[in-house]
């Protein structure tokens, strides 16, 4: 009879524990540190130099990087004046709402001189997200890509690209963004708009004073580059092109969809596109194109309509073609009217989810509470310390609520059962009176202020119209729902029907998204498996908009299993 020596049983469990590591890393994935130290540093950009709000002296800040089924650990520090929060754009949060960042929604916010550990999963998501400041204007500069690659060995559902580029938009102030929109407030009027768009924060060549400032991107001939664009920018839908390139749209907001080509991206603050860019084969060496975005715009507001630009350069691997001829012209793209929203819509009916077995589109088919939400502006009296032109300011509102930011964040209130005083659970479910939105406005358009929610049960499956209204202005608005992706079932322009559009609604392969754009003078409706307990933000990702009072939360309760059940708060969690 045979026996194992000590040695050889040693190797065989050492090996039978890292095969066993390997399998539980492919399905559960590992823990990943980082240390976002919050301080200023002084930046140039438009021949200016200033002092910004930054993560470790970087910006844009730094990218994140993990797989599905990652769990995140960030320990943010707070090294600045400003009161701070980060919050995961896109990242579902399950059970983890305090890690989730919005301030006085979740948490209160970092202060000076603390620091908070951010702690989530990464649960059946892939694709790219972003992270971002919220509170105030700060996410103006504090702002950076999430990269979540699918679980390994799990190859994408498209050609493997040669490299993958992160393309993040943004604004840039000559002026403190916290000062501009405190005084905006203080008169009750717009903020003043930004100077430039950047990307990945430099303004480019068609800026005064910006042509060092400028992104580049270096493309070899036949190879294939995934480009994971996000709108960072705090005001403004954009348009991105790259002249005389088609690209392939494979994903919007971490959710794979059915890959269709263009030569013109929308994409609003908020949303993240991922698009294969093939590089042309017969493109002499050095040639140049610019990679543009400049605003879609459909408010009565001014806007900035300048556009920013990078540079696609391409580069032969063989030295035999760098003698060729290095003055080539650079071309430009070409874009749509700055108010085309026929192009936007065409775009946006574009986007369907793959919806196949592995990927499927689980899209809620019967509805437990259905919605009505009107959204856009009004406006309302002023209070004593405000200083407005006839005692009246700008204000939005969903349902004529504007919404006032408590004291006390509404996921503690919620958790400890202390919400009187903070919030009440009144959120109408339909607007408080009907009217023609999208025509005539009625002749009272004050709207009403306080902080109001809507209370869930858990697992309810909800179906939600949101309706542009034109009482100043039709405008479209990127509405932004935190803990849930949503599946977009039906948009129109108009007033909405509701014995007619559910008729038309796609229930088969709908978008998966976290924002949507409310159509200018249109509406959009959503469905959505409230299956996340805590308390979810909803909010028009036009920072101004949200200053004013566009926003609201979802108060989704516990389920019955532990599971089902939002975790206890962490120790660290900062206090108001």
Not at 266 to 292: H, R, W
Not at 449 to 475: C, H, N, R, Y
Not at 499 to 505: E, G, S
Request: glycine share 6%; hydrophobic share 40%; proline share 8%.
């Amino acid at each position: 009879m045979g026996f194992c020596s000590p040695r050889v049983l040693l190797f065989a469990l050492s090996f039978l524990l890292a095969f066993a590591e390997l399998v539980i890393a492919k399905h559960v994935g590992i823990t990943r540190h980082y240390k976002f130290d919050i301080k200023m540093q002084k930046v140039t950009r438009l021949c200016q130099t200033k002092s910004i709000v930054t993560v470790n002296g970087q910006f844009p800040g730094p990218r994140i990087i993990a797989r599905e089924g990652d769990r995140l650990l960030v320990k943010v520090v707070n090294h600045v004046q400003y009161n701070v929060s980060l919050h995961w754009h896109g990242i579902r949060q399950l059970r983890t709402g305090w890690a989730d960042g919005p301030a006085y929604i979740t948490q209160c916010p970092i202060q000076t001189g603390q620091s908070y550990v951010y702690n989530f999963t990464i649960t059946g998501q892939r694709g790219t997200l972003w992270w971002h400041a919220h509170i105030s204007w700060l996410r103006a500069t504090l702002y950076g890509p999430i990269v979540i690659l699918p679980k390994r060995h799990i190859p994408y559902p498209f050609p493997q690209p040669h490299k993958e580029v992160p393309i993040i938009f943004g604004e840039w102030w000559k002026a403190d963004t916290e000062t501009i929109i405190s005084q905006a407030l203080q008169t009750g009027g717009a903020p003043n708009n930004s100077d430039a768009f950047t990307i990945n924060g430099l303004p480019g060549p068609l800026y005064n004073c910006s042509a060092k400032d400028t992104f580049k991107l270096k493309v070899k001939p036949g190879k294939t580059y995934l480009l994971r664009l996000i709108n960072a920018a705090l005001n403004d839908e954009l348009f991105f092109s790259i002249a005389n390139h088609t690209v392939t749209v494979v994903e919007a907001d971490a959710v794979y969809v059915k890959p269709f080509k263009t030569s013109i991206v929308l994409i609003t603050p908020g949303q993240t596109t991922n698009v294969l860019l093939k590089a042309n084969s017969n493109i002499p060496n050095n040639a140049t194109f610019l990679m543009a975005a400049r605003p879609y715009a459909t408010g009565p507001a001014t806007f900035d309509n300048t556009t920013t630009a990078g540079i696609l350069e391409y580069h032969h691997p063989s030295s035999a073609t760098k003698s060729q001829k290095k003055n080539l012209p650079l071309l430009k793209p070409k874009f749509p009217k700055f108010n085309d929203t026929l192009f936007a819509t065409k775009f946006t009916n574009k986007l369907r989810s793959l919806a196949t077995k592995k990927f499927p589109a689980n899209v809620p088919k019967t509805v437990n509470k259905q919605f009505f939400f009107t959204v856009g502006l009004g406006i309302s009296t002023c209070s004593k310390t405000q200083t407005c032109t006839n005692n009246t300011r700008v204000a939005a509102a969903i349902n004529n609520v504007s919404f006032v930011q408590p004291n006390t964040a509404l996921l503690q209130a919620h958790f400890f059962r202390q919400s009187k005083g903070v919030y009440t659970t009144d959120f109408p479910a339909n607007p408080p009176f009907k009217f023609n939105y999208t025509g005539t406005p009625p002749n009272n358009i004050m709207v009403s202020s306080g902080t109001k929610v809507v209370v869930l049960p858990f697992k309810t499956s909800v179906e939600l119209v949101m309706q542009d209204t034109s009482i100043i202005g039709a405008e479209s608005h990127p509405l932004h729902l935190h803990g849930f992706n949503f599946f977009i079932v039906g948009q129109g322009f108009g007033n909405y029907d509701p014995k007619n559009d559910p008729a038309k609604f796609n229930l088969v392969d709908p978008p998966e998204r976290n924002t949507v754009g409310v159509p200018s003078g249109g509406w959009v409706a959503i469905r959505f498996l409230a299956d996340n307990p805590g308390v979810w933000f909803m909010h028009c990702h036009l920072e101004v908009h949200t200053s004013w009072g566009l926003k609201m939360a979802w108060v989704v309760n516990d389920g019955k299993r532990p599971n089902q059940k939002l975790q206890p708060p962490p120790s660290d969690l900062p206090r108001c």
